[in-house]
């Protein structure tokens, strides 16, 4: 493949939309209110990717953050895990105390707590207060008759994106003894379609982010539970169905626009499949690269507004297909990022630290 010509990866105003992005202003901004720590997640991760957690950001900043997630961990009559902020709590609860009731946003959240584990990994906590019993409890509560999960337990959309953070809580902590594993394997068996692609829930038309949940799902269960791997046939169809959503960058679905999280969805799903050779990382990076915002941030398309999730996954994309950028091209080296792990969807060294800092099963509390 011949080298690219880019622009430079402008990651010093990318460093500065996460900043931006994470201030309390503009996390009180934020219309996804109830998605704060997910948001926080995007932005600490983006920081992680581009190696400036240290250098732009002092340790007494970092301690706040990891306390501000720490703040987020609460428990109650189905267990614990994080919620998405302290916003969803009704009368103002804080900690560890009971959760109100009355408000099911005020509950251990499955997102919110994958989230959580993985940028508290980034910040280097040592996970000396999470409440791992409690975890597992709450993955018990949400988890459906059909196999699939609920975000909070008893309440809320159930869909594969649910299942992946099931998963990877589990993988996490190494203790599959929450759910009925089977059994959300079975939902996920289901939602796939005949083209090899995966739907949100099962009948549902193929879609890459989807897609990438479930093909994660079942690498992270497949070593425990054989049922989860998939035959050659059936990684052959899944990878035809991800390569043919390259039309430059990624699109999500037959016939739509490439959007910059495809990139990141479809581009860690083959990757998973070990077929990372068939993305064209040339056209990859070159709509990448259109989709930089000049102020920083990473957006969708072109000239549209950059936001945390679409700049991390794009960021995130390009740390597992690095360009070959021509010699020629301006400020090369901006475009090296390190390695990310496809499956914990973090810096390989995040994802090792979680594995060695979140209490594993027979671990002393
Ligand atoms: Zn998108």
């Given at each position: 493949m011949d ?12 460093a ?13 901004q934020?219309?996804?209110e ?7 997640f995007?932005c600490i ?9 240290d ?11 990891r306390?501000?997630i720490w ?5 109650g ?14 009368g ?10 009355a408000s ?5 959240h499955l ?11 980034i910040?280097?906590d ?8 409690g975890?597992l409890?709450c ?6 008759e059909?196999g ?14 649910l ?6 809580i589990?993988?996490l902590?190494?203790d599959?003894?929450?759910f009925d594993v ?9 939602c ?12 549902n038309e ?5 897609t ?11 070593s425990?539970y054989?049922?989860a791997?998939?035959?050659?046939a059936e990684?052959?169809?899944?990878i ?5 959503r390259?039309t430059?960058g990624?699109?999500?679905r037959?016939?739509?626009t ?33 989709c930089?915002?000049?102020?920083g941030?990473?957006a969708k ?12 996954l794009s960021l995130a994309?390009?740390?597992?297909y690095?360009?070959?950028v021509h ?7 901006s ?18 630290w ?12």
């Amino acid at each position: 493949m011949d080298p690219t010509r880019l622009p430079p990866l402008i990651r010093n105003r990318h460093a500065a939309h996460a900043l931006r992005c994470l201030s309390g202003l503009a996390m009180a901004q934020i219309e996804a209110e109830t998605a704060r720590l997910t948001l926080a997640f995007y932005c600490i991760n983006m920081l992680d990717l581009l190696g400036v957690l240290d250098s732009k950001v002092k340790e007494s900043e970092r301690e706040d953050w990891r306390q501000w997630i720490w703040n987020q961990q609460i428990s109650g009559v189905h267990g614990a895990g994080f919620r998405p902020g302290p916003s969803t709590a009704i009368g103002g609860i804080t900690g560890n105390e009971t959760p109100n009731p009355a408000s099911h946003c005020d509950q251990p959240h499955l997102v919110m707590t994958y989230t959580a584990l993985i940028s508290l990994s980034i910040l280097r906590d040592d996970f000396g207060k999470l409440d791992r019993d409690g975890i597992l409890r709450c993955l018990r509560a949400a988890q459906k008759e059909d196999g699939s999960f609920t975000p909070t337990p008893g309440w809320g959309e159930s869909d594969v994106r649910l299942v992946y953070c099931a998963f990877i809580i589990s993988y996490l902590l190494n203790d599959w003894s929450g759910f009925d594993v089977p059994r959300a394997i079975d939902f996920v068996r289901r939602c796939r379609s005949y083209e090899g692609g995966y739907g949100q829930t099962p009948g549902n038309e193929a879609q890459g982010g989807s897609t990438y949940c479930c093909v994660a799902s079942l690498a992270l269960a497949s070593s425990t539970y054989p049922e989860a791997q998939l035959s050659e046939a059936e990684k052959e169809r899944s990878i035809r169905w991800l390569t043919q959503r390259q039309t430059g960058g990624f699109q999500g679905r037959t016939e739509k626009t490439q959007d910059a999280c495809y990139s990141f969805w479809c581009g860690a799903a083959l990757s998973i499949l070990g077929a990372g050779d068939f993305v064209d990382r040339k056209k990859n990076s070159e709509f990448l690269a259109a989709c930089q915002f000049k102020f920083g941030g990473i957006a969708k398309f072109p000239d549209e507004t950059p936001d945390p999730f679409h700049s991390y996954l794009s960021l995130a994309s390009l740390s597992i297909y690095p360009p070959d950028v021509h010699e020629e091209s301006e400020d090369k080296e901006s475009w090296m990022l390190p390695k990310l792990d496809p499956l914990v969807n973090s810096r390989v060294e995040t994802a090792q630290w979680a594995r060695e800092h979140v209490p594993r099963k027979g671990s002393v509390a």
